[in-house]
C-alpha cells in the first residue's frame, strides 16, 4: 500500500489517493511511502518539493484612464481590459455608482 503526506497542511494537503489539494501559497514537500511487506519488498520513500502560486491579481484598465465626458442623449464607450484575460478567468462586468445619473 501506498500512503502519500503532506509536510505542512496549510500549504497543501494530499488525500490517501494522492490527490493534492492547495490551500496557501508557499512550498511543501509532499511524500509517498510505500509500505514494507516481509520477503517480499523493503519500504520505499520518495519526496518532492510543490510550489504553491499564490492567485493572480488583475488590473483594469479603461479606454479613457481617469475621466470622461457625455452629453445627454448620447452614448459613451469606456471598455475595461484585464491583464488576465481568456481561459478561466472572470468577466468584466460594470456598475454605476449614481445610477440617476447615467447606467
Known amino acids: 500500500m501506498i500512503s502519500y503526506s503532506s509536510a505542512n497542511s496549510a500549504v497543501a494537503t494530499v488525500s490517501v489517493s494522492g490527490v493534492i489539494t492547495p490551500v ?3 512550498t511543501v514537500v509532499i511524500t509517498a511511502t510505500q509500505a514494507a511487506v516481509t520477503g517480499v519488498n523493503a519500504q520505499a520513500t520518495q519526496t518532492y518539493t510543490l510550489t504553491v502560486a499564490a492567485l ?3 488590473v483594469l484598465t479603461f479606454t479613457t484612464p481617469t475621466s470622461a ?3 445627454m442623449g448620447n452614448n459613451l464607450t ?3 481590459s484585464s491583464t488576465l484575460s481568456g481561459g478561466s478567468y472572470g468577466m468584466i462586468s460594470y456598475s454605476s455608482a449614481n445610477s440617476a445619473v447615467a447606467t
Do not use: L, R
Open 24 to 26: 496557501s501559497a508557499g
Open 69 to 71: 465626458s457625455v452629453v
Open 56 to 58: 493572480p491579481v488583475p
Open 78 to 80: 469606456n471598455a475595461a
